[in-house]
């Protein structure tokens, strides 16, 4: 049985998990808490970082690699084109979502969360173990305090994000006008990474996290300027995932 180690508020994990869903691969989770998360992982991969996928005696971590290999491994419902010109495609356009879109999501969606304990700590612990929201309660401002570091969180820096997150939309725009794929009419892992990515900026049902029932008011302000986004995002959530 394939493992997937992960957080489910993660859009990393997010990734794997729409991998493995569309591949129709069964497999079991094994929910992390930010923070106590770091010990395992670094024990199976040497780094901190999920997700972590265990098959067998196989261990992967970074998504893109994790994609790449059950595509090896288990070849139906391939995620990477046939065509070498196209797979090269493909996972330049995952390697761009990875830079230019995920981290800035993050940044935004930590800015405006993070002061608001109330909607984050129930995704921390979403289906984690028993003790998850004592550990939480206990350590959430050591967590908040990590992130806001790690992030370098300030209104410029926020500012930046939104910068480039505008700067990927243009470049999206012809695709997300069209509605079509981004490699042609198949929906491939560069689909699949650019949806999860932008994901947590519109909650899709399918992206498996308990969202809040609504999100701060600043933070709706700021994801009304990639609305342009969103319908392509829900859309292929609601067609592949």
Known sequence: MITLYQMPVSHYCEKVRWALAYKRLPYRTKNLLPGLHARPVKKMTGQTAVPVLKDGCQILANSSDIISFLDDEYPRFSLTPDDSDLALQAKEWEAWADAEIAVNVRILAYYHLLDRPDLLK????????????????LTYEKVAAALRQGLQLNEQRVEKAKEALKLAIIKLKPYVESNSRLLGSDFSRADLAVAALLAPLFQPNKYDLMWPESMPVDFQRDVAEFESVKAWVLDTYQRYR
């Open 122 to 137: 129930p995704m921390f612990c979403d289906r984690g173990p028993w003790y998850g929201r004592f550990y939480i309660d």
